[in-house]
């Protein structure tokens, strides 16, 4: 069908967060591969960070992809200069101020689409005026949340009907109504933009004008496979009472070396020395603990966790999101702050290795010596750790990853839960280093162990037929295309 598609045109327009750059340029790829021109609509500092990623891949068909800048109005604002990317939001009280930037981003993006005049935009669902854009201009608009379907749904019965409300404490369980699993949570776990729904802050209007700008788009797509979550798909669909398309896990698009461990930014470890220490493991001996690309811990945490692995006797890849200093002297000052345990790297120098700052997450998934994953549960790493079978400790921290984790411990049964009660934006809830010790036991030795890993594992592959010639999001991304092909008449 390659040859069909190749005057289609599509616009991405990734959200500035690795989270949302990353997975929408491997759907970029996805595209690009059936034969369509791809043009990745982003900042000027944000488009290494996906031109690395292209560059990396040898596909041929990536010379359909063109990356193309546009200003990102920091300054404008509000924001420092260079503030373009999530990541280099300076302080919360900011955050605000990056939305707004995102939203005068409109008017710039619309000339540009007036321009060129593509056959379709995917837009990141944070850029929720995107619909409208597109619909000025006769285009079909479809919109990416990054998010699985089951939080989706969860999401959208939390605002339907606010069972939140009917509870008299933080701490009381309340069950979602409608949503299939008989899924429980406690206000602890929401953040104030959906405790506090109706109230007129920036991010409270922002959720429902997501929620809207999905009801008057063309569709949805989902990073996500239809056998993952059947019932929260349709369930889905139906709420939004739009098309959906599950057309991933799009990381699977990722084959070699080069193309897994070039993700996001530059890792900060060489990727053969990373596979040097992984080889020299057993299969499924390693647990590898990462929190994605925003979230962090204080010290104190840090030093929790530490001996919350220790205790535990696994092996693991422990990235904490601290970059290495410039040198020696600075590292051992910044080692002797409290957050690693007298002597730990020298007493975990067999067992442990710990990243500072990024790591090559999908090479280290993928590898068979990595038998858990220690999770925030943000969509893409759940998501990555499906793919790879591995089972999970969840560990959520902000923006939807407590539904995540309920999808992955009660809904898909491959992980525990760490203990994490509250959502806190950014710094994550504490735990004490005995439930980090129990819970990464439960995953990694034993018969709960070992059932969980089967589950995974059969999830893994599951996800890869998915993706592959006739799968379920192979033809759904097949349909799609040519749904889009015979509406602009080619
Ligand atoms: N990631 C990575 N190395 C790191 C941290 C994160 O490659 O050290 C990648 C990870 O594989 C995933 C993305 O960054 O694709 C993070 O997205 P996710 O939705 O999991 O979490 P977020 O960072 O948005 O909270």
Request: with cysteine.
């Amino acid at each position: 069908m390659n040859s069909e598609n190749h005057n289609l045109h599509i616009f991405f327009l990734p959200f500035p967060g690795h989270g949302h750059l990353i997975p929408t340029t491997d759907m970029a790829r996805l595209f690009a591969a059936r034969g369509v021109r791809a043009t990745i609509v982003t900042t000027p500092l944000n488009l290494p960070l996906v031109s690395k990623i292209i560059e990396k891949s040898k596909a041929p068909s990536n010379s359909n992809i063109n990356i193309v800048a546009i200003k990102f109005p920091s300054v404008e604002a509000g924001l420092p200069e260079g503030c373009e990317h999530v990541d280099s939001i300076p302080s919360m009280s900011l955050i605000p101020n990056f939305f707004k930037a995102t939203s005068m981003l409109q008017e710039p993006f619309e000339q540009f689409l007036q321009q060129h005049r593509p056959d379709c935009l995917i837009a990141g669902a944070f850029f929720h005026w995107a619909t409208d854009s597109a619909d000025k201009f006769g285009i079909p608009g479809i919109l990416f949340h990054g998010t699985s379907s089951f939080s989706l749904c969860a999401s959208e019965c939390m605002r339907l009907y606010k069972p939140h409300k009917n509870v008299s404490s933080e701490s009381e369980p309340f069950v979602i109504p409608n949503l299939p699993g008989e899924i429980k949570l406690t206000r602890m776990v929401l953040p104030e933009y959906v405790i506090n729904d109706d109230d007129e802050s920036e991010l409270a209007r922002g959720r429902r004008k997501i929620m809207e700008s999905a009801g008057r788009s063309f569709g949805v797509i989902v990073n996500s496979f239809c056998g993952l979550e059947q019932i929260y798909a349709d369930l889905y669909q139906k709420l939004v009472g739009k098309k959906t398309w599950h057309i991933g896990p799009v990381s699977l698009l990722n084959k070699d070396i080069e193309e897994k461990a070039n993700r996001g930014k530059q890792a900060s470890i060489n990727e053969q020395d990373c596979l040097k220490w992984l080889d020299s493991k057993k299969p499924d001996s390693v647990l590898y603990v990462c929190f994605g690309s925003m979230a962090n811990f204080t010290d104190s945490q840090l030093k929790e966790i530490a001996m919350g692995l220790e205790a535990s006797g696994q092996n693991f890849i422990w990235v904490v999101r601290r970059t290495k200093k410039a040198n020696q002297q600075e590292q051992e000052e910044d080692d002797k702050q409290e957050w690693l345990p007298e002597g730990f790297e020298k007493r975990m120098e067999e067992k442990g290795l710990i990243i500072r700052g990024w790591a090559p997450q999908v090479l280290i998934l993928d590898n068979e010596a990595t038998g858990g994953f220690v999770t925030h549960c943000g969509w893409n790493s759940t998501l990555e750790g499906v793919s790879a079978g591995v089972p999970m400790v969840t560990w959520p921290v902000s923006a939807e990853q407590f539904y995540n984790e309920k999808l992955v411990t009660q809904v898909l049964r491959i992980g525990v839960p760490v203990g994490a009660k509250k959502w806190v934006r950014v710094v994550g809830d504490s735990v004490q280093k005995e439930a980090i010790e129990k819970a990464v036991r439960r995953v990694m030795v034993g018969e709960e162990a070992l059932e969980m890993r089967n589950r995974a594992k059969k999830l893994g592959s599951m996800a890869k037929e998915a993706m592959e010639e006739g799968g379920s999001s192979s033809l759904a991304l097949d349909a799609l295309i040519q749904e889009l092909s015979s509406r602009s008449g080619q």
